[in-house]
């Protein structure tokens, strides 16, 4: 057993590419094998997961940890839902809905908290660990202080969710068509958010400084590029993506925001982290790592309206579980050599 | 540190640094007679074509003066060495150069124009390119990738890089210079020689005309430093200028059109090479006559304390890094192991001290096998232990000294009767070690990290001594460390073998192996290639050796008839 | 700044020596950082109050300020103490007693978090190794009762029993994340959080498979009286029992302990170093997978104490709905710089603004979620002290960027001399 689990990770550190397209095709089949109602769910589930995961990678690739993404996806659900209350439910605004009003709010409230957080750890060195728990425990002190003042309860009001857009022609294809094509806004964005983060990392100048910055700052620094840029971009482009993820979340799946205890974000930021571990900070790995625990989550709610008799309480785990089983499996991985380490032009 | 005259021989004129004599700063290059090095050899006066002018440079550190009025001249086209000890200022003057430190005095000319460099970029800018020690390579990305960083042409409107346009350029540099390097490779595959030829294209791909280079064969095997010198050639015959940082006189003297030594911050002149000789070389940069040979009388030889059969040790991807080390120290014997760093020896002493588990062999220890001994159990058996990385763990940085004087004996009985540290007799352990080591400043209560690598080291070789060890490993016991703390370790060193101990010299410095070692081992990729008597053999030969060749049969040639087993070492 | 000679300079110096002492500028920190999150706290206060709906308030431009940053912190600060500035106060009262109540339970979250910090483990799982350590307690006292003796002898056995079982099963799923992190290299910030959703869901099926109470909240059975933990005969805290002195005692005892462990003993020193320089520790004859686990298990059985004590002095029973004590634990602990003492003093600090945020909830409309914000606020200005330090140069010329350095004697001559401070001779 042990011998095998060890081959196991001999495998995965050897072969890296080999390892995740495995388990993504693993994932994939795995999603073709459920019902379509099951695959939809899955999908809208990994809304949240994938884009907070590829807005983990880029600011973890250029050397800062968010760990505050899950903060980060709180703020902008719950922001998006009350820029939706107050500006109407079911309308429209300027000509355009309320909902995509919404989602900007939910981007631009995010990319503040994440404003604040380059700003502690770029600016003032602070411990990027600790001042990402903060501005999670912030944020999880702030939803349901706003929504009470609010609504005077710590859920907010229901609001009328995205319908579905159906692309025509393409959502006749089969298998993937109503799939991918006939589905929410925020599937879209996650798909094309996906594609984005993936082209933007591997095939710009911008993303080789990044991921030079994470690794080995000096030699970006040397290289006349200016660090402390690079990493303000990567954090605040980490806002942009945990906020289209929490806002997307927010308007098209749930149409509420429970503030109460874990709030409805339900620690989705930290399985996002495990989630980009897993593929090794590759953009695309991360989003079908995200289906994995979607698909987790929505087995959860299908064992549920089957009526089987498991208990909810632990079955509501499973995710949870998973990521603890996976980042066993995968072990320690690979941090970008700098991650977590303040840079100091002109150092030496 | 006494001044010394010129007390040389073969007529290199030297001008003692430069006391006295900051009244004509920023005088033309015309009347820089009474300048230091004017009128050595390699020195062609005003009118000849200097890519790189440093006139009077002072730069000055809370406390220390790092530069005094430092003159350098390099010529276009011209191979130049800059020697001097660690602590010299020659890092410090190339990084005035380069930008990186404002000077408080002095001139920074280059191509004939004065300039003032906010930033490296402005350096870039002028055509200065530098090859740092440690390189500025991101070890996961290519070839391509590094060189182009933070220049890369884009193209479909700096959407995207333009791969084939590095691709090309590349191409076309290694082809002029004659490099062999594939711009596709990946940077952590490539040899620590091929990864400084990387280093050098970067430069070149920023139009770089000037190149410093920090060290550059610190890390390199002797035949890597033989590709490094035909690199320099090219170059230089294409016009470029080199500048190297070195402290070792072989390379200066090798290598070089001129040299210009550095002590304690200033200039002591330049020469050219084929006027002046090693020991001239050596004296001018120390400041006094310089004593290699350290005492050791023979010393009768007692029991085998440490063996090792056949110990091997694989790294993490299952590739021996040790492999088949047979090794017998006995009690009063120095056993030196050279070579060239991360030939295996990092490991090897790893596996003897308990910091990891061999994959196969034995260690055996005063006639007990200890091979799945833990750490613990070898420390109070009476293992100590000088580490490489003194920062990392020799030291607990923002401990102090009190704190740090019991790492390793924590749980001691003398200091810790029943778990509980008594930390006054600690403390008095303390004061012992300060006093008897002669640590400076002599105060306990200090942070480690505030004591200068000297006397961070003479701190961890008091304590590892104190110890009552039988036997010790003392890896690059001197990396780091002044002459001044260095003798007095080696000193340490001597006596602690005249009582009988058992010690494991692991040492990359070669006069250092060959002057304290009874026997001398040389590890090459993870094995012993040859056992040999120190004294016949000569720093040449040694060099071979550490590069991974075998010796022919000639006169001073001592191998043993099975080299790679050097068990048994004879009574002297 | 030597021609200062009036008042002006000698303070001067002495923000000079606090802006340059290690020890006494983290005090320092942590205090500038508990004002700074207070002051940015009030701000919010009060435009969330613009916000809000009322009758009455502050008018600005139109807009009606519901909240008074000040009422508010007022409320929340010396509300939580039982207002001492008026008349007739007791400190026997009842405000008093929950904050002492609240301290009691951060004490133990505090060091639990602080252990582990030491050690070099960030601990997150605090809040699960309680949920766990509390059920546990609830279950072992309440089945065991019927086998023990009532009264007194009752109380003797079952107490400390439930605390056991509390630290034992504290320590054992605490154990769980160090045994990842030392055999397996699973990061422990997220296994521990991971661990912490898995707590809550266990002990929840636990609860409904056979443990549950008949009570509109979901809880356990309640332990008998006598086997919760006593208050102090003649000191009634206005007629409290669910606040006792001895288990603050207790708190303060196992605190000292603790601090005393870092200090004096070798296992102390051991997890001190395996915290700052684990290579050293390694070199020392540290075995750092086993203080891995070991640490993580103290951590988690203080986590689990903590947990018994909310079970056997504030309820008395189990309860579904776990106040967040152990994530308010990371922020005692990061107050405190993971000092044991200085956990003493932070947990006081947030048993004021638990309580407080009970007398706010009362005497004004600020939801008392506001404490979790302000807890949040507070981490993220101990996690920068450059902010503070940078303040402090303003005021003060200190010269270097480097405190350690600007006395010059200490400088290491070679390094300084090089620049680079690491030109190696190999």
């Not at chain 1, 840029?229 to 482009?237: D, I």
Request: aromatic share 8%; net charge negative.
């Amino acid at each position: 057993m042990r011998k095998r689990f060890r081959r196991t990770r001999e495998f995965i550190d050897r072969h890296p590419r080999a390892a995740s397209l495995s388990v993504g095709v693993i994932v994939l089949a795995f999603l073709w094998a459920t019902p379509a109602s099951w695959q939809t769910s899955t999908l809208r589930l990994a809304v949240p997961i994938a884009l907070a995961a590829i807005g983990g990678i880029f600011a973890e690739k250029s050397g800062v940890i968010n760990i505050g993404i899950e903060g980060l996806l709180i703020v902008s659900a719950f922001s998006s839902i009350i820029a939706v209350y107050w500006l109407g439910d079911g309308g429209a605004t300027m000509g355009v809905s309320n909902l995509w009003w919404g989602l900007l709010v939910g981007i631009l409230v995010s990319v503040l908290f994440a404003l604040i957080f380059a700003i502690v750890c770029i600016e003032f060195k602070a411990d990027q660990i600790i001042a990402g728990l903060a501005i999670w425990l912030i944020s999880l002190g702030l939803a349901p202080f706003a929504s009470r003042i609010v609504f005077g309860n710590p859920n907010t009001a229901n609001i009328t969710r995205f319908g579905n857009v159906t692309v025509p022609g393409l959502s006749e294809i089969p298998i993937v068509g109503y799939l991918l094509f006939d589905t929410e806004p925020q599937v879209y964005l996650m798909l094309a958010g996906t594609l984005a983060g993936w082209y933007l990392l591997s095939r710009t100048s911008f993303g080789r400084w990044i991921v030079a910055s994470g690794e080995n700052p000096k030699a970006l620094d040397t290289a006349g590029v200016d660090v402390r840029k690079v990493r303000y971009a990567a954090v605040l482009l980490s806002g942009v993506f945990a906020g289209l993820g929490g806002a997307g979340f927010a308007l098209g799946t749930l149409g509420t925001f429970a503030g109460g205890g874990d709030t409805a974000i339900n620690g989705r930021g930290f399985i996002a982290i495990a989630t980009y571990l897993l593929a090794n900070y590759h953009p695309v790995g991360a989003v079908l790592g995200s289906f994995l625990f979607a698909g987790l989550n929505s087995l959860q709610t299908a064992l549920q309206s089957a009526g089987y008799a498991i208990p909810h309480e632990l079955v509501r785990t499973i995710p949870h579980m998973s990521v603890i089983v996976v980042l066993v499996l995968v072990g320690r991985t690979r941090l970008p050599d700098a991650a977590g380490d303040h840079y100091e032009s002109g150092e030496d | 540190m006494t001044e010394s005259g010129p007390g040389t021989t073969d007529g290199a004129e030297l001008a003692t640094g430069s006391e006295g004599d900051t009244a004509d700063h920023g005088t033309d290059m015309g009347q820089t007679g009474t300048k230091t090095g004017t009128g050595t050899g390699a020195e062609t006066g005003a009118g000849t074509d200097l890519a790189v002018h440093l006139d009077g440079i002072t730069k000055r550190f809370p406390g220390v003066t790092a530069n005094d009025d430092v003159d350098l001249r390099v010529e276009r086209g011209s191979v130049h060495a800059l020697l001097g000890e660690n602590g010299a200022g020659k890092t410090t003057l190339m990084n005035v150069l380069y930008g990186l430190y404002h000077p408080e005095e002095g001139r920074v000319v280059v191509d004939g124009r004065e300039r003032a460099f906010d930033s490296p970029q402005d350096a870039i800018d002028a055509g200065i390119g530098m090859i740092h020690q440690h390189f500025m390579l991101v070890d996961s990305m290519t070839v391509a990738e590094n060189i182009a960083l933070g220049n890369e042409p884009t193209k479909w409107f700096g959407l995207a890089v333009d791969r084939e346009q590095i691709i090309a350029e590349i191409t076309e540099l290694c082809d002029r210079y004659g490099f062999d390097v594939d711009p596709e490779a990946t940077v952590e595959d490539l040899s620590v020689g091929v990864q400084q030829r990387v280093e050098i294209l970067k430069a070149l791909f920023r139009g770089a005309d000037v190149l410093i280079l920090d060290e550059p064969t610190a890390v390199l095997t002797p035949q890597e430093v033989e590709g490094l010198y035909d690199v320099l050639e090219e170059l230089t015959a294409q016009g470029k200028t080199i500048i190297f940082i070195t402290h070792k006189l072989e390379e200066a003297t090798h290598a070089a059109d001129a040299i210009t030594i550095l002590r304690d911050g200033e200039s002591v002149g330049t020469v050219a090479p084929e006027r002046t000789d090693r020991e001239d070389l050596a004296e001018r940069m120390v400041g006094r006559e310089v004593l290699l040979e350290a005492d050791s009388d023979p010393v009768a030889t007692g029991d085998v304390v440490l063996s090792t059969q056949n110990v091997a040790v694989e790294d993490e991807w299952g590739v021996d890094v040790v492999s088949g080390i047979d090794l017998d120290v006995r009690a009063g014997e120095i056993v030196g192991i050279a070579g060239v760093d991360g030939n295996g020896q990092a490991e090897l002493i790893e596996a003897i001290t308990g910091l990891r588990t061999p994959d196969e062999g034995t260690v055996t220890y005063e006639g007990t096998d200890i091979t799945d001994w833990s750490r613990r159990k070898r420390i109070d058996a009476g293992m100590s232990y000088i580490p490489e990385d003194r920062h990392k763990r020799g030291l607990v940085m923002p401990f102090d000294l009190v704190e740090n004087s019991i790492l390793g004996s924590q749980r001691d009985p003398e200091f810790a009767p029943d778990g509980r540290i008594d930390w006054t007799s600690v403390r008095d352990h303390t004061d012992d070690l300060i006093d008897t080591y002669d640590v400076r400043p002599p105060d306990a209560n200090a942070d480690a990290s505030s004591f200068s690598g000297g006397n961070q080291q003479k701190f961890i070789v008091g304590r590892e001594f104190e110890r009552d060890p039988s036997l010790v490993i003392a890896t690059h016991p001197t990396r780091g460390v002044d002459i001044g703390s260095t003798e007095f370790i080696h000193d340490r060193l001597l006596e602690l073998r005249q009582e009988g101990v058992a010690i494991v010299l692991v040492s990359s410095k070669l006069d250092e192996v060959r002057a304290l070692s009874d026997r001398l081992a040389v590890m090459y990729e993870g094995e012993f290639i040859d056992m040999n008597d120190p004294d016949a053999i000569t720093e040449e030969e040694l060099g071979l050796l550490m590069a991974g060749e075998q010796l022919d049969e000639g006169a001073n040639s001592a191998s043993s008839a099975s080299p790679a087993d050097i068990q048994g070492g004879e009574s002297r | 700044m030597s021609s200062d000679s009036d008042g002006q300079g000698q303070v001067r110096r002495l923000l000079e020596r606090l802006v340059q002492a290690s020890a006494m500028e983290r005090i320092v920190i942590s205090i500038a950082a508990l004002f700074a999150a207070v002051l940015v706290g009030g701000a919010f206060v009060f435009v969330s109050g613009g916000v809000a709906s009322c009758r009455s308030g502050l008018d600005v431009a139109g807009i009606t300020f519901c909240y008074n940053p000040m009422q508010v912190f007022y409320e929340l600060f010396l509300g939580a103490l039982g207002n001492p500035l008026q008349a007739g106060w007791s400190p026997t009262n009842l405000s008093l007693a929950t904050t002492l109540q609240q301290m009691t339970l951060l004490l133990f979250a505090g060091l639990s978090v602080a252990v582990a910090f030491r050690a070099g483990l960030l601990n997150i799982g605090t809040q699960g190794q309680l949920v766990i350590g509390g059920f546990v307690t609830a279950i072992t006292v309440v089945f065991a009762a019927p086998i023990v003796p009532d009264g007194f002898v009752g109380a003797v056995v079952l107490i400390p029993l439930g605390v056991l079982v509390g630290a034992i099963g504290g320590g054992l799923y605490g154990a769980i994340p160090g045994v990842l992190k030392a055999y397996a290299d699973a990061n422990e910030v997220i296994t521990t959080i991971m661990l912490n959703f898995v707590a809550a869901g266990i002990t929840s099926t636990l609860l409904s498979w056979r443990f549950e109470a008949d009570s509109p909240n979901p809880r356990t059975e309640r332990v008998p009286e006598y086997a919760e933990i006593p208050t102090v005969p003649g000191i009634g805290f206005s007629g409290r029992m669910d606040f006792s002195l001895l288990a603050l005692g207790f708190a303060i005892v196992l605190m000292v302990g603790i601090a005393w462990l870092f200090a004096r003993t070798s296992f102390g020193y051991e997890l001190r170093t395996s915290g700052i320089q684990p290579a050293a520790a390694a070199y020392g004859g540290v075995n750092e997978k086993r203080m891995t686990v070991a640490s993580m298990t103290l951590s988690g059985a203080l986590g689990g104490i903590a947990g018994a004590f909310w079970v056997l002095m504030v309820h008395g029973y189990w309860l579904e709905n776990v106040p967040s004590i152990g994530f308010d634990g990371i922020a005692v602990s990061v107050l405190a710089g993971s000092n044991p003492l200085g956990v003493g003093a932070a947990a006081f600090l947030f048993g004021l603004l638990k309580s407080g945020s009970e007398s706010i909830g009362t005497a004004t409309s600020v939801p008392p979620d506001l404490v979790g914000i302000l807890t949040g606020l507070i981490i993220l200005f101990v996690a920068m002290p450059e902010f503070f330090r940078m303040i402090g140069r303003q005021y003060v010329d200190v010269g270097s960027p480097e405190p350690a350095r600007a006395d010059g004697g200490s400088v290491p001559a070679d390094e300084a001399a090089d620049g680079s401070g690491g030109e190696d001779d190999a």
